[in-house]
């Protein structure tokens, strides 16, 4: 196909981002088809039929298309044939390459100055600012979410995203999160002019033509998408990967239900639905809404007994929270089966428990670390169907990483690094980049729990948070009460990790889990944990824990993986009622010594792993006081202030 030269020429600034920031009215639908119509120009639709979209769909087409000028419209389907179809193109074009040892798997290099989300240049956008971030103490930059004014906004886009598709094609993705048509899902549009990203979003969320049913009269969070390289592109374009690492933008417009992003094509930072709407915006949605959308694993866990429990686990990015929604218990008799790895929706039900499903389809995983002695049911899960990006792989067509020296089954052989060097296992460097990963359909998993695309969702009972902290916390308490457990998800901590721009081991504050991907104030947001509370509805416990206290040795003190059933069995030995095993102390219930079954462990130092020392939480109650009073000031709500001064009087007690 001949590309229209005219939409290869220079694009002037005419406002159109401006324009784009404001509502389009509500106008006569012959006004408005006139004015969609005019706005979609010469640019032809490549495929399906823009005639049977809604009418707001194609005004946001228009819209967008007259703004980005792409040099055609595609309009997905999700199917198979359509996917299989982008993979011959990428594949033809370098960008793609088939893994010959399993069935439908690929792998993809990215340019290696785009690799991870980038927190720093990822903004909420709201008139006011305080919407957005807390009232920090003077001079002290917030770490909960940026903030960028609606003018610089304006500017911004301005800067960069007319003509930004100039001779690429734009594709229309139309995605459910949560199952299609459920009572707690909702649907997006993401605009964009990557061909991996539709790939990617075809297994991360439910691509296909009933999103245009369920769509009816609901409103669709729209997403907008581009590398920000448009042709004919003026630099070097490594690995097939077009990007703009320089002009990297990712910003968000709660009220409007809007994303743009710009300049990268990885992960959260181009695959909109994950953490940009479902955590972001879904956060806001949620707030206006009455439910939670949150950083967590989903899991199911069936006793010896029969009887299931569903809990929900919150820890930072890259602590293993697809290890633990897929553990496979040491603890003979139990069984975990797998709901969600790394986001939960959760509303209030009419009998008062807590419901959750997981918005996404499939599984972003950090592929280092992962293998079958880690977490053997993810390994199963991502054979076919799979993509794999920034992993290295073997002269045998097999994917590569740190943590699979041992079960590869040709320890010599030849291996072609993420940055495309020979490479052999044992010589210094790395054959993976740390925030590699894999992208595997959900359903393919073998422990997939049989009701994780039920649209209603699985009662919660508790909360798990949870952080890498190497010094100082045990490896489980109770909070006692909702209160506290608010309280002390707002002090969660765990070190840096690779899946932002963060380098080095030092323990960052990650509150809920959700620093990187809070969506407004932290402070409202506290504020409507707490106000979820009624006497009407059942609570789900909250609880801590930390599999990554470490000796004096600087080893680790419990085995973790598997073993961590150990401590769950504890959890719900909890929710059962069992008083006797715990032992409180000033941050919360213990268990009692010896209420852990660590049969077949070997030699663990109970003492040590489940101490709570004096002068380690002296201090953290004082660091903590500094950064809630920094970061949150006086939108600290009461109630969290209360356990604050509470906790910190009962740990002068230690
Ligand atoms: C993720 C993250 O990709 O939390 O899930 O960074
Ligand atoms: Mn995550």
Request: aromatic residues 10%.
């Amino acid at each position: 196909m001949s590309v229209d030269p005219n939409l290869l020429t220079p694009y002037k600034n005419t406002g159109a981002a401006n324009a784009s920031l404001r509502q389009i009215s509500e106008d006569a639908f012959y006004v408005v088809n006139e004015v969609v119509m005019k706005r979609l120009g010469h640019v032809p639709i490549l495929k399906g039929d823009f005639h049977l979209l809604p009418a707001k769909v194609q005004r946001f087409i228009a819209e967008k298309a007259e703004l980005m000028r792409p040099r055609g419209i595609f309009i997905c389907d999700g199917s198979q044939h359509e996917a299989d179809e982008l993979i011959d193109k990428l594949i033809e074009r370098g960008m793609l390459s088939k893994l010959e040892a399993y069935e439908n798997n690929y792998i993809c290099r990215t340019d290696p100055k785009d690799v991870a989300r980038v927190e720093s240049k990822t903004w909420m956008v709201t008139k006011n600012k305080y919407d957005t971030v807390t009232h920090t103490k003077e001079g002290v930059e917030p770490i909960m979410g940026h903030w960028l004014a609606p003018e610089d906004l304006a500017t911004e886009l301005d800067s960069r995203f007319p003509g930004c598709m100039a001779g690429r094609i734009m594709y229309v993705i139309p995605f459910s999160m949560g199952p299609v048509g459920g009572p707690l899902s909702k649907i997006g549009i993401q605009l964009t002019d990557s061909n991996y990203v539709v790939l990617s979003m075809r297994i991360m969320t439910r691509v296909n033509n009933d999103v245009w049913d369920a769509l009816g009269n609901q409103d669709f969070v729209r997403c907008i998408h581009s590398v920000g390289l448009p042709r004919p592109v003026k630099q070097r374009v490594i690995n097939h990967w077009p990007c703009n690492p320089e002009r990297v933008l990712i910003a968000h417009r709660p009220p409007e239900r809007e994303i743009w992003s710009f300049g990268s094509g990885y992960g959260g930072n181009s695959l909109l639905g994950k953490k940009c709407f479902a955590l972001r915006i879904a956060s806001n949605i949620a707030k206006d809404e009455g439910w939670m959308a949150e950083h967590m694993l989903i899991m199911g866990v069936t006793r010896p007994c029969g009887r299931e429990h569903f809990i929900a686990a919150a820890f930072p990015s890259a602590c293993g929270k697809t290890n633990l929604a897929m553990l496979e218990p040491t603890l003979p008799g139990w069984k975990v089966r797998c709901v969600g790895d790394d986001i939960a929706w959760m509303k209030f039900g009419e009998d008062g428990r807590l419901y959750a499903i997981n918005p996404e389809a499939g599984f972003f995983g950090v592929a280092p670390g992962t293998s079958n002695k880690t977490n053997p049911m993810a390994v199963a899960t991502f054979q076919k169907n799979s993509i794999f990006t920034n992993v290295a792989e073997t002269a045998n067509g097999e994917y590569f990483w740190e943590g699979l020296e041992d079960e590869i089954a040709d320890k010599n052989v030849d291996i072609t690094t993420w940055l495309g060097e020979k490479w052999h296992i044992g010589e210094p460097g790395v054959a993976a980049h740390p925030n590699s990963r894999f992208a595997a359909p959900a359903n393919q998993c073998p422990i997939i729990h049989p009701d994780w695309e039920s649209p209603q969702g699985v009662p919660i009972e508790a909360i798990i948070f949870g952080g890498r902290r190497p010094q100082g916390v045990p490896l489980i308490y109770e909070t006692n009460s909702w209160e506290h457990g608010v309280f002390t998800g707002s002090c969660l901590k765990s070190e840096a990790t690779a899946a932002a721009e963060f380098t080095g081991k030092t323990v960052m504050h990650d509150p809920m889990a959700m620093r990187p991907f809070m969506g407004y104030n932290f402070g409202k947001y506290l504020q409507h944990w707490l106000d979820l509370k009624t006497d009407s509805r059942k609570m789900p416990k909250i609880y801590h824990v930390n599999w990554f206290r470490k000796d004096s040795n600087n080893k680790f003190l419990w085995p973790g993986f598997g073993d961590n059933i150990r401590v769950i069995d504890w959890i719900i030995r909890r929710l059962d009622g069992e008083q006797e095993i715990g032992v409180e102390t000033p941050i919360g219930t213990v268990p009692a010594k010896g209420s852990i079954n660590l049969e077949g462990l070997g030699e663990v130092n109970w003492d040590e792993l489940m101490s709570v020392p004096a002068d380690y939480w002296k201090q953290d109650a004082q660091e903590i006081r500094k950064f809630l009073d920094e970061q949150v000031g006086e939108d600290l709500p009461e109630p969290v202030r209360a356990e604050m001064d509470a906790q910190e009087k009962r740990v002068q007690t230690l």
